[in-house]
């Protein structure tokens, strides 16, 4: 299967790319998605592999700050079972867990983060997912194309797969 590209977003204040940079093998599970369409794309689509534009949202600026790599596919999300976790769902099933998430690891972070207002001003991504008046999925998918395009707009090359 080709490889396939995301777009993953998080509140700096929440875990920032630089929060990544710290952990442990600069790899991390990506938990508390709470969305069924972006459920969807971990549990179906996502897989080992696959780079992903690291997203800072909620935040002055809004940018793409660097890219990670989807390094285990997805599997039961532990916070929805935990009543102390902010993302538990008493409604969740142990024997058949609503919510997924996979694990990335730090490829790069973005010298020059690549801003909201950046990608706004550059034609070819207008179709890009994240610019869609309306699109909140915290888990989105990216073309080919415009994956090459963020690179080319923070000044770097694509890093090859590891």
Known sequence: MPRRFWLMKSEPDCFSIDDLAAAKNQTTYWDGVRNYQARNFLRDDIKRGDGVL???SNCDP???VGTAEVVRDGYPDHTQFDAACDHYDPKSDPDNPTWIMVDIRLVSKFETPVTRQAMLAE????KMMVLQRGSRLSVQPVTAEEWAIVHQLAGVAPKPKA
Not at 123 to 126: D, H, M, S, V
Request: glycine content about 0%; proline content about 0%.
């Open 62 to 64: 809004l940018a793409i």
């Open 54 to 56: 690291y997203y800072h």
């Open 123 to 126: 034609k070819r991504l207008a």
